[in-house]
């Protein structure tokens, strides 16, 4: 259990307590309250590099999926690397704008784009559109007429594969609300061949998120190759191909990891004849790793069949426990000499019977104040925190070695 490099590259024991990058945890509690989000800033940009440097043929536009975290300094660190960002509403886009991204980097993506989202996107001339139906296609031609403006557009194709990922977080199949079901892409062309507005340029995909196996992402390139090949044919032009994000994260022992360079691999060997340009949006991986949460035991209740060890941090905080039954990773900061082991449940506070962190859990023994950390809490943890019980919100402190930067935004 107490492996702690196998979550995240700077976090690691030193005599028995653990540190990350180079500040102890332990101090840095004292310091500010718990709960808090705790993020490696080495670790984000390690992965940015590795994902980067992965690739040898072709180089990739990596847009960060910025919905896995939109805390400002993430934004910073990763476009200041080069990263685009891929967006999902107009919060999103004007916060990604607000912190220098470049709008020509910039992909909005999602199934429910507002009229008011389409115009903002198309007055701040974004790079592309990945539109979901034909339906908002012909919104956006009404809108760019409207304005005699331009904008790029990618079809987001529905593949109809299984990503073998959570049923909550699964995005291809044909029942899923997302996308353009693969057998209507010619026809959406052939509507907007001569449009003088709308401009489209290629195929986008996204199967789903914590993907585990480089077997789904294959059917479903393998498909939007032969679909662009197919497209090019038919006379239409292609440039581009989005291939979306979802390579899966280490939150417990069980979970399996793609090789980043198999899937690299994948890409240019189906890809790279093509000329055409790449865009991948991945966002867990990017970021997931690089996120703890630091957070104090409140008291450890004996009960008729069960310890429970009660934790400041709450579902409010961590809602993937309670809503896709995700188990992450929990390690003590300061580790006992002695060899007492016992079983607990890891529970929030808050009153839901669903407030679990870890079920039966083989651990030291703990006491009142002592300090735990919850692994792999960078992606969809703190953006999809609320304020439930009205505990309010909590610091998000962003490490690199010593340095400790608080940043809220
Ligand atoms: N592109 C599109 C169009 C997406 O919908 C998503 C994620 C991504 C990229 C980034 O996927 P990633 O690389 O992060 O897997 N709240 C859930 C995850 C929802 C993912 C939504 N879409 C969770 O906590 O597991």
Not at 151 to 178: M, Q
Not at 251 to 269: A, C, F, H, M, V
Request: hydrophobic letters at 35%; aromatic letters at 10%; charged letters at 30%.
């Amino acid at each position: 259990m107490n492996n702690a490099k196998d979550y995240n590259k700077f976090l690691n024991y030193k005599n028995g307590k653990l540190f990350f990058e180079d500040t102890p945890l332990d101090k840095l509690a004292n310091k500010y309250k718990t709960p808090s989000y705790c993020y490696s800033v080495s670790e984000i940009e390690s992965n940015y590099k590795l994902l980067k440097n992965s690739f040898k043929k072709i180089r990739p536009l990596i847009c960060y999926a910025m919905k896995a975290n939109f805390n400002s300094e993430i934004i910073k660190i990763l476009s200041k690397l080069g990263s685009g960002i891929d967006v999902v509403s107009f919060g999103e886009l004007e916060k990604s704008i607000a912190n220098g991204v470049n709008p020509n980097k910039i992909v909005f993506s999602g199934v429910g784009k507002t009229s008011y989202e389409i115009e903002l996107a198309i007055k701040k001339k974004i790079k592309q559109i990945n539109v979901e139906s034909v339906e908002e296609l012909d919104e956006i031609d009404y809108i760019c007429k409207k304005r005699k403006q331009k904008i790029k557009i990618c079809l987001r194709v529905n593949p109809d594969i299984n990503a073998k990922t959570h049923e909550k977080i699964s995005t291809g199949r044909s029942e899923d609300k997302f996308g353009i079901p693969d057998d209507q892409i010619l026809e959406v062309f052939k509507k907007y061949k001569d449009n003088k507005y709308i401009n489209l340029i290629g195929l986008s995909v996204h199967i789903g998120s914590q993907i585990e196996s480089l077997t789904p992402f294959k059917r479903a390139f393998k498909k939007i190759r032969n679909q662009i090949k197919f497209l090019i044919k038919s006379g239409f032009k292609i440039s581009l191909a989005d291939l979306g994000g979802g390579a899966g994260i280490r939150y417990n022992e069980k979970n399996r990891l793609i090789d980043l360079n198999e899937y690299s691999r994948l890409i240019e060997g189906l890809f790279s004849d093509l000329g055409i340009d790449i865009i991948i949006e991945p966002g867990r991986s990017l970021v997931g790793s690089s996120g703890i949460i630091l957070s104090r035991v409140i008291r450890v209740k004996r009960g008729k069949k069960k310890n429970f060890l009660i934790i400041d941090a709450g579902m409010n905080n961590l809602i993937r426990p309670a809503l896709y039954g995700a188990f992450h990773n929990i390690l003590p900061v300061n580790l006992t000499d002695n060899n007492t082991y016992k079983y607990y449940d890891i529970v929030g506070p808050i009153c839901e019977t669903g407030d679990i962190f870890g079920k039966n859990i083989r651990t030291q023994q703990f006491k009142k104040d002592d300090l735990i950390v919850i692994c792999s809490t960078g992606a969809y943890s703190s953006c999809m925190a609320s304020e439930y019980n009205l505990r309010g919100k909590v610091n998000e402190l962003f490490i690199k070695k010593q340095k400790i930067k608080v940043s809220n935004k």
